[in-house]
Protein backbone atom coordinates (compact mmCIF):
# COMPACT_ATOMS: atom_id res chain seq x y z
CA UNK A 1 0.00 0.00 0.00
CA UNK A 2 1.03 3.67 -0.89
CA UNK A 3 1.34 6.45 1.11
CA UNK A 4 1.47 9.81 -0.21
CA UNK A 5 1.83 13.07 1.82
CA UNK A 6 1.18 16.31 1.37
CA UNK A 7 2.96 19.13 0.90
CA UNK A 8 5.98 17.42 1.33
CA UNK A 9 7.10 20.95 3.10
CA UNK A 10 5.66 23.96 4.11
CA UNK A 11 6.82 26.62 6.66
CA UNK A 12 4.61 28.63 9.46
CA UNK A 13 4.99 30.29 12.35
CA UNK A 14 4.64 30.04 16.24
CA UNK A 15 1.19 29.77 16.79
CA UNK A 16 -0.24 29.06 12.98
CA UNK A 17 -2.12 26.26 12.42
CA UNK A 18 -0.75 23.59 10.19
CA UNK A 19 -2.43 20.48 8.21
CA UNK A 20 -0.47 17.67 6.79
CA UNK A 21 -2.52 15.35 4.26
CA UNK A 22 -2.21 11.82 3.99
CA UNK A 23 -3.47 9.46 1.34
CA UNK A 24 -3.58 5.71 1.12
CA UNK A 25 -3.56 4.10 -2.22
CA UNK A 26 -6.62 1.39 -1.07
CA UNK A 27 -8.50 1.65 2.27
CA UNK A 28 -6.94 1.00 5.31
CA UNK A 29 -9.62 1.77 7.83
CA UNK A 30 -8.14 3.81 10.27
CA UNK A 31 -5.26 1.79 10.68
CA UNK A 32 -2.73 4.65 9.96
CA UNK A 33 -0.15 6.29 13.06
CA UNK A 34 1.76 9.15 12.31
CA UNK A 35 4.81 10.01 13.76
CA UNK A 36 7.43 13.18 14.43
CA UNK A 37 11.27 13.43 13.75
CA UNK A 38 13.55 15.45 14.81
CA UNK A 39 17.38 15.95 13.21
CA UNK A 40 19.38 12.99 14.31
CA UNK A 41 16.33 12.01 16.83
CA UNK A 42 14.45 8.29 17.01
CA UNK A 43 10.97 9.15 15.27
CA UNK A 44 8.05 9.55 17.97
CA UNK A 45 5.12 7.91 17.83
CA UNK A 46 2.65 10.67 17.89
CA UNK A 47 -0.54 9.41 16.99
CA UNK A 48 -2.34 6.08 16.26
CA UNK A 49 -5.15 4.42 14.79
CA UNK A 50 -5.79 7.46 12.82
CA UNK A 51 -7.12 9.16 16.20
CA UNK A 52 -5.71 8.09 19.19
CA UNK A 53 -3.22 10.75 20.50
CA UNK A 54 -0.12 8.62 23.04
CA UNK A 55 0.52 9.40 26.43
CA UNK A 56 2.33 12.51 26.64
CA UNK A 57 1.56 14.09 23.61
CA UNK A 58 0.53 17.63 23.88
CA UNK A 59 -3.47 18.20 22.82
CA UNK A 60 -2.55 20.46 20.01
CA UNK A 61 -1.86 17.49 18.17
CA UNK A 62 -5.23 15.70 16.51
CA UNK A 63 -5.39 13.01 13.45
CA UNK A 64 -9.04 12.49 11.80
CA UNK A 65 -9.53 10.97 9.23
CA UNK A 66 -10.32 7.22 7.76
CA UNK A 67 -9.93 4.63 4.35
CA UNK A 68 -8.16 6.52 2.51
CA UNK A 69 -7.57 9.88 3.31
CA UNK A 70 -6.03 11.33 6.53
CA UNK A 71 -4.82 14.08 8.22
CA UNK A 72 -2.96 15.85 10.90
CA UNK A 73 -3.14 19.00 12.62
CA UNK A 74 -1.40 21.09 14.80
CA UNK A 75 -3.68 23.99 16.10
CA UNK A 76 -1.10 26.47 17.39
CA UNK A 77 2.53 25.60 16.84
CA UNK A 78 4.98 25.61 19.37
CA UNK A 79 8.86 26.10 18.55
CA UNK A 80 9.33 22.27 19.02
CA UNK A 81 6.92 21.17 16.52
CA UNK A 82 9.16 22.32 14.07
CA UNK A 83 9.96 18.73 12.96
CA UNK A 84 9.34 15.93 10.08
CA UNK A 85 6.15 14.55 10.53
CA UNK A 86 5.28 11.30 8.75
CA UNK A 87 2.29 8.38 8.51
CA UNK A 88 2.46 4.83 8.47
CA UNK A 89 0.11 2.72 7.43
CA UNK A 90 -0.38 -0.71 9.42
CA UNK A 91 -3.69 -2.51 7.84
CA UNK A 92 -1.74 -5.02 5.63
CA UNK A 93 2.06 -6.30 5.50
CA UNK A 94 4.16 -5.16 4.95
CA UNK A 95 3.51 -1.75 6.65
CA UNK A 96 4.66 1.51 4.72
CA UNK A 97 5.31 5.07 5.48
CA UNK A 98 5.01 8.26 3.54
CA UNK A 99 7.80 10.03 2.59
CA UNK A 100 7.64 12.75 5.29
CA UNK A 101 6.25 16.51 5.93
CA UNK A 102 8.92 18.99 7.24
CA UNK A 103 7.25 21.87 8.94
CA UNK A 104 9.89 24.62 9.47
CA UNK A 105 10.06 28.21 10.35
CA UNK A 106 8.92 30.86 8.33
CA UNK B 1 10.33 3.50 29.77
CA UNK B 2 12.16 1.05 27.00
CA UNK B 3 14.98 2.73 25.51
CA UNK B 4 16.46 0.74 22.32
CA UNK B 5 20.23 1.30 21.07
CA UNK B 6 21.37 0.12 17.73
CA UNK B 7 25.16 -1.21 16.90
CA UNK B 8 27.50 -2.39 14.70
CA UNK B 9 29.64 -0.96 11.55
CA UNK B 10 28.88 1.82 9.98
CA UNK B 11 30.76 0.78 6.89
CA UNK B 12 30.20 -2.59 4.60
CA UNK B 13 31.63 -3.71 1.82
CA UNK B 14 29.64 -4.06 -1.39
CA UNK B 15 29.03 -8.62 -1.40
CA UNK B 16 29.07 -8.54 2.08
CA UNK B 17 26.85 -9.35 5.14
CA UNK B 18 25.66 -6.10 7.13
CA UNK B 19 25.21 -7.19 10.74
CA UNK B 20 23.46 -4.68 13.30
CA UNK B 21 22.51 -5.47 16.76
CA UNK B 22 19.58 -3.59 19.12
CA UNK B 23 20.27 -3.89 23.02
CA UNK B 24 16.86 -3.07 24.64
CA UNK B 25 17.17 -1.53 28.08
CA UNK B 26 13.78 -0.44 30.73
CA UNK B 27 11.68 -2.89 29.70
CA UNK B 28 11.83 -7.37 28.59
CA UNK B 29 11.85 -8.27 25.04
CA UNK B 30 9.74 -11.06 26.01
CA UNK B 31 6.89 -8.37 26.85
CA UNK B 32 4.13 -10.53 24.90
CA UNK B 33 2.95 -7.31 22.88
CA UNK B 34 5.56 -6.20 21.08
CA UNK B 35 6.99 -7.28 18.15
CA UNK B 36 10.59 -6.13 17.73
CA UNK B 37 11.70 -4.75 14.11
CA UNK B 38 13.96 -3.30 11.87
CA UNK B 39 13.31 -0.32 9.90
CA UNK B 40 15.69 1.45 7.27
CA UNK B 41 15.76 5.02 5.66
CA UNK B 42 17.99 5.86 2.57
CA UNK B 43 19.06 9.16 1.84
CA UNK B 44 16.01 11.02 1.13
CA UNK B 45 13.46 8.23 0.87
CA UNK B 46 11.14 7.03 2.73
CA UNK B 47 11.39 4.50 5.99
CA UNK B 48 11.26 0.83 4.65
CA UNK B 49 10.02 -1.51 6.95
CA UNK B 50 12.52 -4.63 7.21
CA UNK B 51 11.09 -7.02 9.18
CA UNK B 52 9.73 -7.87 13.10
CA UNK B 53 11.09 -10.74 15.57
CA UNK B 54 8.42 -11.92 18.36
CA UNK B 55 10.20 -13.03 21.11
CA UNK B 56 9.51 -16.38 20.57
CA UNK B 57 11.42 -16.36 17.54
CA UNK B 58 8.68 -16.29 15.30
CA UNK B 59 9.67 -13.92 12.21
CA UNK B 60 8.06 -11.59 9.78
CA UNK B 61 9.62 -10.28 6.69
CA UNK B 62 9.22 -7.34 4.13
CA UNK B 63 8.86 -9.59 0.66
CA UNK B 64 11.14 -7.05 -1.16
CA UNK B 65 13.95 -8.33 1.07
CA UNK B 66 12.69 -11.84 2.40
CA UNK B 67 15.49 -13.38 0.46
CA UNK B 68 18.62 -11.52 1.82
CA UNK B 69 17.42 -10.83 5.86
CA UNK B 70 17.72 -12.65 8.84
CA UNK B 71 16.51 -11.60 12.26
CA UNK B 72 17.38 -13.21 15.47
CA UNK B 73 16.44 -12.56 19.02
CA UNK B 74 18.47 -13.14 21.88
CA UNK B 75 16.50 -13.03 24.97
CA UNK B 76 18.77 -13.87 27.50
CA UNK B 77 20.87 -10.47 26.80
CA UNK B 78 17.49 -8.92 25.88
CA UNK B 79 19.10 -8.09 22.26
CA UNK B 80 18.11 -8.80 18.45
CA UNK B 81 19.98 -8.35 15.51
CA UNK B 82 19.71 -7.95 11.87
CA UNK B 83 21.80 -9.74 9.40
CA UNK B 84 21.32 -8.51 5.48
CA UNK B 85 23.69 -10.35 3.32
CA UNK B 86 25.06 -9.61 -0.75
CA UNK B 87 24.54 -5.59 0.37
CA UNK B 88 24.70 -3.07 -2.63
CA UNK B 89 25.22 0.98 -2.54
CA UNK B 90 21.63 0.14 -2.53
CA UNK B 91 21.33 -0.54 0.89
CA UNK B 92 23.20 2.84 2.37
CA UNK B 93 20.80 3.42 4.80
CA UNK B 94 20.18 5.19 8.82
CA UNK B 95 19.00 2.01 10.01
CA UNK B 96 16.35 1.44 13.07
CA UNK B 97 15.44 -0.58 15.18
CA UNK B 98 11.51 -0.36 16.96
CA UNK B 99 9.22 -1.71 19.22
CA UNK B 100 6.02 -2.44 17.62
CA UNK B 101 2.75 -2.98 19.86
CA UNK B 102 0.53 -5.58 18.70
CA UNK B 103 -2.11 -4.34 21.10
CA UNK B 104 -2.43 -0.61 19.26
CA UNK B 105 -2.66 -1.36 15.76
CA UNK B 106 0.92 -2.35 15.20
CA UNK B 107 2.23 1.05 15.61
CA UNK B 108 6.00 1.70 16.69
CA UNK B 109 6.14 3.07 19.83
CA UNK B 110 9.82 3.09 20.63
CA UNK B 111 12.54 3.65 18.10
CA UNK B 112 16.37 3.82 18.47
CA UNK B 113 18.34 6.56 17.84
CA UNK B 114 19.32 4.67 14.25
CA UNK B 115 22.99 4.02 12.42
CA UNK B 116 23.95 5.07 9.32
CA UNK B 117 25.68 2.16 7.49
CA UNK B 118 27.14 2.87 4.23
CA UNK B 119 27.82 0.56 1.65
CA UNK B 120 31.00 1.26 0.21
CA UNK B 121 34.75 -0.22 -1.40
Known amino acids: IQMTQSPSALSASVGDSVTITCRAS??????LNWYQQKPGKAPKLLIN???SLQSGVPSRFSGSGSETEFTLTISSLHPEDFATYFCQQSYSSPPTFGLGTKVDIK | QVQLQESGPGLVKPSQTLSLTCTVS??????????WSWVRQPPGKALEWIGYIYYSGSTYYNPSLKSRVIISVDTSNNRFSLKLSSVTAADTAAYYC?????????????WGQGTLVTVSS
Open chain 2, 98 to 110: ARVDGASQLSFDS
Open chain 1, 49 to 51: GAF
Open chain 2, 26 to 35: GGALNSGDYY
Open chain 1, 26 to 31: QNINRY
